[in-house]
Every structure is written in C-alpha cells, then in structure tokens.
C-alpha cells in the first residue's frame, strides 16, 4: 500500500471568497475568525456576510478517498470547470469542509445550513451529480465529520474580527 505524499489533496492558492448571509442569523452584525489547533487563522466570517477561507488552507475534497499504489479512490471532485479549470466540486468541497471543521467552534451556521451552502456551490458550477453528493452529505456528514476531526487533530476557536 502507498500513502499520500501530502496529507491533503488541495491547497488553496488564494483567499476564497463566498456570501452566506441568507444563511446566517438575521441578527448577524459582527465578523468572526476561525483559528485551527496551531492558532492559524483559517476562516473569517464578516459582518456583510462574507466568508473568507484564507489562502494555505488545505482540504481533500470530496470525501471520502483513500490511496492504493499511489492511484487515489473514493468519491470524484469532477471535471475541470471550464471557468475556472478546477473540479467542478472544489470549491464546494472547500466550503463545506472549512465550515464543517469550526461547527464546535460557535459559527453561526448549523450541519444543515452548510449541507445547503454546499448544493448551492455545486448548482453554481453545474455540477451533475449534485443531488447525490447532497444526499450523502446530509445522510453521512456527522460521519465524516469525526473522521476529519481525527484525521485533523482539530480544536478550532472563534475569534472577534
């Protein structure tokens, strides 16, 4: 059996940008940032509703995946999207794994708010298989949720802006 050579299949280049505010509280005025376990600032959350994952943040898609003879299986991300030459589910899997990581952290979202945020992402990238990929996230998100935060070692924090 092989391993990954790296711990994670995506590393984020540059800061990503996406507004929840229709799924945020409606009393949400403040920003909020997200620490991961190393003190390092992986999610701000901004009083217009703007969620910012911040460049370096490093995710492995759409889970789950596992490694044989250095060929990766499990779950597709898609085809390259032809606006943005990434998997049509990368920037849906970043969002939904970033959010999904500070769950236990006070965001002010729950599981199936950021279930939804992630058919959106999808929808918005015309990912096909879209309803199958929210089926699942909704039916086996709690799961995999434990299985990042092992594979994590997380104990995230929520800092004011």
């Not at 994670?8 to 940008?17: H, Q, T």
């Not at 596992?66 to 499990?74: A, E, K, P, Q, R």
């Not at 434990?146 to 004011?160: L, N």
Request: aromatic residues 18%.
């Amino acid at each position: 059996m092989s391993q990954f050579a790296v711990k994670w299949v995506f590393k984020l280049d540059a800061d990503y940008v996406y507004n929840l505010r229709r799924h945020l509280p409606a009393d949400w005025n403040s920003g909020a940032a997200f620490l991961d376990s190393k003190g390092h600032k992986r999610l701000e959350i901004h009083p217009n509703g703007d969620a910012r994952v911040l460049a370096g943040y490093a995710w492995d898609g759409c889970t789950p995946k596992f490694s044989v003879f250095d060929i990766v299986f499990g779950t597709p991300d898609g085809i390259p999207n032809e606006r943005t030459g990434k998997p049509k589910a990368y920037y849906a899997s970043l969002l939904h794994d970033v959010l999904y990581q500070f769950l236990d952290a006070q965001l002010p979202l729950k599981r199936a708010q950021i279930d939804l945020v992630f058919l959106e992402i999808l929808a918005r990238d015309s990912f096909a298989p879209r309803r199958v990929y929210y089926q699942a996230v909704r039916w086996f998100g709690w799961l995999f949720r434990y299985f990042t935060r092992w594979k994590r070692s997380y104990a995230g924090t929520r800092v004011s802006l």
